[in-house]
């Protein structure tokens, strides 16, 4: 078992800059991969970057490729992801979810946080 806790959503400017914290417990940290999610009102939750267990390798969607930039310090079982340039549409939910891979389909992750909000205004 691993739990999560997700942090640092709010409320920000188009073109500001966010950092979402991913806090673990239970279970040694570092044996997972780390998953970004997202989702708006009234859309499906679509995968945002992820980093596998050792952190030498993160993945991102497109739409979010040079603004947002994922890491981790697995001395403080934390991820982070670094959200700049941010626009009205990165609006959602953000939550992050464990897995022993990368995966971009969210019903591959076994552990889930329940989420941090950020609103993008224009």
């Known amino acids: 078992q691993i739990q999560l806790v997700e942090s640092g959503g709010g409320l920000v400017q188009s073109g500001g800059s966010l950092r979402l914290s991913c806090a673990a417990s239970?279970?040694?940290?570092?044996?997972?991969?780390i998953g970004w999610f997202r989702q708006a009102p009234g859309k499906e939750r679509d995968f945002v970057g992820g980093i596998n267990r050792r952190g030498d390798n993160t993945r991102y969607a497109d739409s979010v490729k040079g603004r947002f930039t994922i890491s981790r310090d697995d001395a403080k079982n934390t991820v982070y992801l670094q959200m700049n340039d941010l626009k009205p549409e990165d609006t959602a939910v953000y939550y992050c979810a464990a897995k022993w891979r990368i995966a971009e389909e969210d019903y591959e992750y076994d552990y889930w946080g329940q989420g941090t909000q950020v609103t993008v205004s224009s």
């Open positions: 239970g279970r040694t940290f570092s044996v997972y991969a």
